[in-house]
């Protein structure tokens, strides 16, 4: 399916695609956008999110790297950089390694090779679609954001939850289900395409530990780990994290 999208930027520039988190829309991209003022930036909502249609799951992550394919073709992009935060991290390593030939460089943004025990992902899918998404609420503050972001930043953090709790329960429960059997870390050692791994040094979903590790088994990549950071980085600290993602584009687009 061709996912809901948006395109900024100037034409005949070089594209970007950003992938957004579990529970996200592309808004979640705005702080970076700015930053990304020379490059032609396609923004989607991935299926089962905001604007894009639910269909049927569970999905995997091809799946949703076949959206992001399908995408391409109907903009006629033949090639693009990919960012890609958590769930959008995992399409991302799945596009280079199945797609090598699309991805000219890729940034992959708190995220994993692994996320953590099945079970949970397959409890929390069943947990929202039986209670619905205001269940997740209060403990995704937490993961999303730091203490001192939280305070000091309350109305931000109230917009981003409202994003997650406005997702449709039925898409968000089959991209955990997707999130449950995705596991990447055979495959990275392929990866041709430059990539960057950006970690949130307060991160409890993608450490910077475990980024690091993921980092050393993909040939040349390199690891940025952002300060006093959470797992969405690009709300949390959007300068720093606009700064690792531009220069990485700069350097190989």
């Avoid at 579990?22 to 930053?35: H, S, V």
């Avoid at 990304?36 to 049927?56: E, I, N, Q």
């Avoid at 709790?165 to 968000?172: A, K, L, R, V």
Wanted: glycine share 8%; with cysteine.
């Amino acid at each position: 399916m061709i996912p809901a999208h948006r395109v900024d930027g100037p034409v005949g520039a070089p594209v970007v695609f950003l992938g957004n988190s579990l529970g996200t829309t592309w808004e979640m991209w705005d702080p970076l956008l700015p930053a990304l003022s020379a490059y032609r930036v396609v923004r989607f909502d991935a299926r089962g999110h905001g604007r894009s249609d639910v269909p049927p799951g569970p999905y995997t992550v091809g799946d949703l790297a076949g959206d992001v394919v399908e995408l391409a073709d109907e903009l006629e992009v033949p090639r693009f950089a990919f960012v890609g935060l958590s769930l959008g991290g995992a399409v991302a390593q799945e596009l280079c390694v199945a797609r090598p030939d699309l991805v000219s460089a890729a940034v992959l943004c708190c995220t994993v090779p692994k996320f953590g025990d099945p079970a949970t992902w397959h409890e929390r899918a069943a947990s929202v679609r039986e209670s619905g998404m205001q269940v997740l609420a209060e403990a995704t503050k937490g993961r999303w954001f730091t203490d001192a972001f939280r305070e000091t930043s309350p109305e931000t953090v109230d917009r981003m939850i409202a994003m997650l709790t406005s997702t449709p329960p039925d898409g968000y429960a089959a991209c955990c289900e997707a999130l449950a059997t995705f596991d990447s870390w055979f495959a990275l050692p392929s990866v041709g395409a430059p990539v960057r791994v950006v970690a949130g040094a307060d991160d409890p979903v993608a450490t910077p530990a475990v980024c690091e590790e993921m980092a050393s088994v993909i040939p040349g990549a390199d690891l940025v780990v952002v300060r006093d950071c959470s797992h969405i980085a690009p709300v949390g600290q959007p300068e720093a994290f606009a700064r690792a993602v531009v220069e990485h584009l700069e350097k190989h687009l």
